[in-house]
């Protein structure tokens, strides 16, 4: 049977589940005039909580709204990306359009041929102005531009390059958007970067975990259409395994899929089979890259959370505080960088949980207790 679930980091899924709150949104801010706050979005979320699925989205979904966009990731080369993706991904548009407006053409300055840059302009202007000119010819074909970046991080000076050019293109009333997505702590140094300020007044999408009805449905659907008999224990047990974590659900999801044969009927014995290698992959694939990023006493702190949390993950900050025999002041102090990373959250006040599904049994070394195994 065709397995339609693709855990790979990076891939788009076959089905983007329960963000239509948060898709929605996107729209509206598409749909805003140029200019709006609503057209700077940033997207947040702990590994494996789909951003970069997220984006995808997007950008299928802008291009369906008449943007041309240009996607990459935050690194050396990103500005040079960004624009070769808007010359490739508007090549059509000018080819095969007809102006929308008229005056002056923009081909009339900058251009040598469709959206290819003139001599004088590849060799002596730089990024800002190069974004502008593509702005300002596919705004003749009624096409906005959509800048969408990856794996944002503050540490690249080409990012305050495009924080600056997209200042000053808003401020010409250029009909540009931008949409970047990151880690917590990536993020969060953005936002305190000096030069970035303004991006304290994007739109911010913190992605939570998914609400389990649309997983179930979805799961049920899913199997259904593949031909796959799932006994209804086993299809509770999988939803309720996903924690609502969207990689998660493409993990239990695929391995259910490649345990079973053809029309086959998934029980518990199956099940057991895919929690198992689901668990491996996360240890694999999350925890190990979220801890390694952690200091050793950020580990500690964690580790003490994993052993004084409830059955429901949940720790209360003096229970950490004693077990680590630390002073409060100190104690507060770990609690805040772990909190900027996202790797725990605070749902009440002096309380703690793990913001990664199964990460406190990972810790606790309470190996049976991941996702129903044992």
Do not use: W
Request: aromatic letters at 6%; charged letters at 25%; a neutral charge.
């Amino acid at each position: 049977m065709r397995n339609v679930f693709d855990p790979s980091f990076g891939n788009r899924p076959d089905c983007i589940v329960g963000r239509d709150e948060v898709l929605a949104g996107v729209d509206r801010g598409l749909a805003a005039r140029p200019g709006s706050r609503d057209r700077a979005m940033l997207i947040t979320g702990q590994r494996g909580m789909g951003k970069t699925a997220l984006l995808l989205e997007i950008e299928t979904r802008a291009q369906s709204a008449g943007f041309v966009t240009a996607r990459a990731a935050a690194n050396e080369r990103m500005l040079d990306n960004l624009i070769e993706r808007l010359q490739v991904n508007g090549r059509a548009v000018v080819d095969n359009g007809k102006k929308r407006v008229r005056g002056v053409s923009a081909g009339a300055f900058g251009f040598s041929l469709g959206l290819t840059f003139s001599e004088e302009v590849r060799d002596n202007y730089g990024f800002q102005t190069k974004l502008s000119l593509l702005c300002d010819r596919l705004a003749e074909y009624g096409r906005g531009v959509l800048i969408l970046l990856d794996e944002v991080r503050s540490t690249f000076p080409e990012m305050r390059v495009l924080a600056d050019a997209y200042q000053q293109l808003v401020g010409d009333g250029k009909d540009i958007a931008i949409c970047m997505a990151g880690l917590p702590s990536s993020i969060s140094s953005v936002l305190n970067d000096k030069v970035l300020t303004f991006l304290n007044r994007a739109k911010k999408i913190h992605l939570e975990k998914l609400p389990l009805p649309p997983v179930r449905a979805y799961y049920a659907r899913t199997f259904d259409e593949a031909g796959l008999m799932l006994q209804p224990r086993a299809l509770e047990r999988a939803v309720t395994a996903t924690d609502g974590f969207p990689y998660l659900l493409q993990l239990i999801g695929y391995y259910i899929i490649e345990e079973a044969n053809d029309g086959a009927l998934a029980d518990d014995e199956l099940l057991d089979r895919a929690l198992a290698d689901a668990r491996n992959d996360m240890e694999d694939n999350v925890f190990r890259p979220l801890l390694s990023e952690l200091s050793a006493t950020d580990k500690e702190f964690l580790k003490a959370l994993a052993h004084v949390a409830d059955k429901d993950g949940t720790g209360r900050v003096g229970n950490v505080t004693a077990r680590l025999g630390k002073s409060n002041g100190y104690v507060q102090v770990y609690r805040k960088r772990l909190l900027d990373a996202g790797a725990i959250v605070s749902p009440r006040d002096g309380e703690l949980e793990f913001a990664v599904p199964l990460l406190r049994e990972y810790l606790a070394g309470d190996a049976l207790s991941y996702i129903g195994v044992g």
